[in-house]
């Protein structure tokens, strides 16, 4: 093995086009491909790790120098005493998860457009089929349409959007296309274009009441741990709706929880949770007025080229000592 060469660990699949691709542009690195896709000893003298390390082993980062993760948070990486100890550079895979957006969307029309409640009548058809074969519509749909409430509209409604990252811009961008006022809420709360007005965290208690629709779109980290608590659900109208596709830590599920049961919010998009997976008997698959994804907001089928690319990007900054993109700040863990 070339020991002369820094260390590349690859433990994300790439195509053999994009690899060879990779080695003729970087000849200064060795480039290793995991066999397990994942860190082993034998990879502790890695430079580079793209993909989930292995915290054990880069106990002090003495060998690596920079991890590429690639999801839009890492905050596994990022919370543990080898990252906030240590001195290498850990990155994101932040601004490929516009996904996570139209999932956010999606999650949001199934509530007020009531698809969710719908589709809970599929399945139930008193003239059933072969097992295994797909099962229509119970025609009862047509009488509970009759008996429903009409569907909502988004049109001159106000949504709250917790984080302006990427995806939450781009969640601010679609609402705005659909006629909602937004209101968006980050850390220092600095002005973005998608949003009509910005606040600091510190701001959030006093804009909550404005609020019909709630979006949260928050890392994991110990200043979003709970950030969502009882005190702040009670501040919602009781029309608000509650999305969440960032991390489960940011939201008192106990608490969310009783205040769907107890109607003192009116329903909840979530796609994730804490723990996950959520708990088969959890009383959230039983509520009428929740709509659940098992944490895939940010799926997509070219996920793998998408991080790859990023990653390449990043090597460019690395190999001429620019600045990393999406790098990771210690002491925020985000």
């Not at 940010?298 to 900054?317: S, T, W």
Request: net charge neutral.
């Amino acid at each position: 093995m070339d020991s002369a060469r820094p260390k590349i660990l690859m433990c994300l699949p790439v195509t053999a086009a994009e690899l060879d691709k990779a080695r003729r542009e970087f000849p200064q690195f060795l480039w290793v491909p995991s066999e397990k896709g994942r860190m082993e000893p034998q990879h502790a003298d890695a430079a580079i790790v793209y993909g989930p390390p292995r915290l054990d082993l880069i106990e002090g980062a003495t060998a690596v120098k920079w991890v590429q993760s690639t999801s839009a948070g890492a905050e596994k990486i990022a919370r543990s005493p080898q990252f906030q100890k240590g001195s290498f550079a850990l990155t994101t895979a932040a601004g490929m998860h516009d996904s996570c957006a139209e999932h956010a969307l999606a999650l949001l029309l199934a509530l007020t457009r009531q698809v969710a409640w719908y589709a809970r009548f599929s399945g139930e058809d008193r003239h059933a089929g072969k097992p295994g074969e797909p099962k229509p519509y119970d025609h009862g749909i047509w009488a509970a349409r009759k008996n429903n409430p009409a569907p909502r509209v988004l049109s001159g409604s106000t949504l709250g959007v917790l984080g302006l990252g990427a995806i939450g811009r781009r969640v601010a961008a679609a609402a705005r296309a659909l006629g909602m006022r937004v209101i968006g809420v980050s850390y220092y709360g600095r002005p973005v274009a998608e949003a009509d007005e910005t606040y600091p965290i510190a701001e959030l208690d006093a804009q909550l009441p404005r609020f019909d629709v709630l979006v949260l779109v928050l890392p994991s980290s110990p200043e979003t741990d709970g950030l969502l608590d009882a005190a702040r659900i009670a501040k919602l109208p009781k029309h608000a709706l509650v999305v969440n596709v960032g991390r489960g830590n940011a939201v008192d599920q106990l608490a969310l929880l009783r205040a769907l049961t107890e109607g003192r919010i009116a329903g909840a998009g979530l796609d994730v949770f804490e723990p996950e997976p959520l708990p088969a008997d959890s009383p959230f698959y039983t509520l009428p007025n929740v709509v659940i994804t098992p944490h895939v907001g940010g799926n997509r089928p070219d996920y793998n080229e998408r991080a790859f690319e990023i990653f390449v990007d990043n090597l460019r900054r690395y190999v001429k000592g620019d600045p990393l993109r999406h790098e990771v700040e210690r002491g925020r863990a985000y």
